[in-house]
């Protein structure tokens, strides 16, 4: 049948099973908007505040709900604004497809207005980036696009489309989506038989899994392997529900703010198992004296993560589920009480403390995780609150903890929660963020109440920058330059300003009497709580030390 470049998109989208788009239009794109409308029965599209809002969203979509997000920008500042977005899906392995209309081709190259070569921009953090020039291409490009960034490792694709190009006519005919592939030519029987061997002779196993287990969707072989080698279990920041925190082989976080338990754990075990990682300098701290003691055993789908960062004594590339559904069948069940009762003593010996009797991170967190269902999907910004996060809140399920975790980005997280709202409406989203972070994004409350989506906002607000204070504190001598946010913004006006309700909380009771109204009301709400401007995330792990040197608050005299 014969369309036009706009009504191709449309149809595009519709084969690839999208119903829901986020973004903002523009003149390059509008087009593409106009046809939109027509299709406004079988495509949901979500005006946000600002094109960064609409990347945030589609990621949020796309890591609460598993598919692949979408979102449309049009050319000049309306691209460059979804970069920050771009940057952060593909930092997490996030599959989007971002849509951008550029100008005319007969005008490309001659600085016309709004015009910036948004593809060459975004090479550097896209699976992949191409401009389209012509109807014809159209079709072809974006199930590409699709197939790519779900693909594999899942990742962000831009496709930049001249205004020409979505007006022009074409043949379209419909195809149906190519199934995934989860087989990959990089697996090798040898590497099975190897693994299996150094798993069979450890005496003190540790399995440290990420967000490669969430993507493959395979918590469930995860919970299998942990059971049948008798091993404890610990998870980067992006493997956050991967693993059901309420199993006591869960020993918490790894890394630079993960608990002693798990950073003692894997120094002292014999062989560590990465799966779904990659070994971030923020897990491993010192990568010379990373689990020293230990054989390594890799298994992730992309072969440039192996050997990256930390040397292996053995490696699976492979889509995560299918590796561990034929590791588990090959082998027999192990026996490591000895280690267990090890692990299980450090997590006694260790446990997460917090000051008590006022109000704190950790207790929020605490708060919102008995008073929110098990499924709850929570969302961070980046810093001290994001750290307490992953720490405080025990998360069952896959899918239910989301944040910027490579790139750091703060503001991501309220966009992120529209997005996930939208793709489980009938899940409770709340997402957990500092006031630096906050007042980034804070005009996606907006979007928020324009569409009444029930997101409950939780504010640390520490009237400074948290996490680089606390690195001042530590490591700059107290000088806190610009960290400090002793202003007069009023959050509570600036919510109800946005149409959303706001509450104001400077204790425990406050705080949970806030949380539970906000939570029975059904209805969106920021909550902002003051806590003390020089509380800190601990434990901790100084800059590029070892995980053995991790300290505690109770620690730092002897420091």
Same mark, same amino acid.
């Given at each position: ?20 788009? $986020? ?19 079988? #495509?949901?599209?979500?005006? =946000? ?14 890591? /609460? ?6 979102? +449309? ?51 550097? #953090? ?19 696009? $699709? ?22 006519? @074409?043949?379209? =005919? ?8 989860? =087989? ?11 693994? @299996? ?9 540790? #399995? ?25 279990? =610990? ?28 950073? +003692? ?5 014999? %062989? ?6 990659? +070994? ?33 004594? @053995? ?11 034929? %590791?588990?069948? !090959? ?55 994001? !750290? ?12 239910? $903890?989301?944040?910027?975790?490579? %790139? ?33 994004? !804070? ?16 504010? !640390? ?56 109204? @906000? %939570?029975?009301?059904?209805?969106? /709400? ?24 991790? $300290? ?8």
């Amino acid at each position: 049948m014969l369309l036009n470049g706009s009504q191709i998109i449309m149809e595009c989208l519709l084969e690839q099973g999208v119903d829901t788009v $986020f973004g903002y239009p523009g003149g390059a794109i509008l087009n593409v908007y106009d046809e939109l409308y027509k299709y406004s029965d079988r #495509i949901h599209h979500v005006l =946000t505040s600002h094109e960064q809002g609409a990347a945030h969203a589609a990621d949020g979509y796309a890591r /609460a709900t598993g598919k692949v997000g979408v979102c +449309f920008a049009t050319s000049g500042p309306g691209a460059t604004n979804l970069v920050t977005g771009i940057a952060t899906a593909y930092m997490d392995s996030v599959p989007i497809v971002a849509v951008t209309c550029n100008v005319g081709t007969a005008v490309l190259g001659k600085d016309s207005f709004q015009e910036v070569d948004i593809t060459g921009i975004t090479i550097p #953090i896209t699976k992949y980036s191409i401009l389209v020039k012509r109807a014809e291409d159209l079709a072809p490009t974006l199930r590409r696009a $699709f197939r790519i960034a779900r693909s594999g490792r899942p990742g962000p694709v831009l496709v930049d489309i001249t205004k020409d190009a979505t007006a022009a006519t @074409a043949e379209y =005919t419909p195809e149906k989506p190519e199934p995934d592939s989860r =087989t990959s030519r990089y697996t090798k029987a040898s590497d099975f038989t190897k693994a @299996a061997e150094l798993i069979r002779a450890a005496k003190k196993p540790f #399995i440290f899994a990420g967000g490669g287990v969430i993507s493959a969707g395979a918590s469930e072989q995860l919970k299998e392997f942990a059971e049948k080698i008798d091993a404890p279990v =610990t998870l980067s920041l992006m493997g956050q529900g991967a693993f059901d925190e309420a199993s006591p082989r869960y020993t918490g976080m790894l890394g630079m703010h993960g608990t002693k338990a798990t950073n +003692f754990g894997v120094a002292g075990c014999d %062989l560590l198992i990465g799966i779904g990682v990659r +070994f971030s300098d923020r897990c491993t701290g010192n990568t010379k004296a990373f689990a020293s003691h230990a054989k390594v055993i890799h298994i992730d789908v992309d072969p440039a993560e192996v050997n990256k960062n930390i040397r292996t004594d @053995a490696s699976i590339i492979g889509d995560v589920k299918v590796v561990l559904d034929r %590791l588990n069948g !090959m082998l027999e069940a192990e026996d490591h009480s000895e280690w267990m009762a090890h692990i299980a003593d450090l997590k006694k010996q260790y446990p997460m403390t917090y000051p008590e009797g006022r109000l704190t991170g950790p207790w929020l967190i605490q708060a919102i995780d008995r008073l929110t269902p098990d499924d709850t999907i929570v969302v961070t910004d980046v810093g001290q609150h994001q !750290m307490w996060a992953s720490q405080y809140y025990t998360y069952r399920y896959p899918r239910t $903890f989301l944040s910027s975790g490579g %790139l750091g980005t703060m503001g991501y997280g309220l966009g992120a929660a529209i997005g996930a709202q939208i793709g489980c409406p009938g899940r409770r989203v709340v997402e957990v963020t500092g006031d630096g972070c906050f007042r980034m994004n !804070m005009n996606e409350l907006a979007t928020v109440s324009r569409n009444d989506l029930p997101v409950i906002t939780v504010i !640390m607000d520490n009237h400074v920058l948290g996490m680089v204070r606390q690195w001042q504190t530590l490591f700059y001598g107290k000088r806190y330059s610009q960290t400090i946010l002793r202003d007069h913004v009023d959050y509570v006006k600036v919510a109800e300003a946005l149409g959303v309700a706001g509450y104001l909380a400077r204790t425990q009771e406050e705080a949970e009497a806030a949380l539970k109204e @906000a %939570l029975a009301s059904g209805k969106a /709400a920021v909550i902002d709580c003051i806590i003390e401007d020089d509380d800190k995330v601990f434990p901790m792990v100084e800059p590029n030390g070892r995980l053995e040197d991790t $300290f505690a608050e109770e620690d730092m005299d002897r420091r």
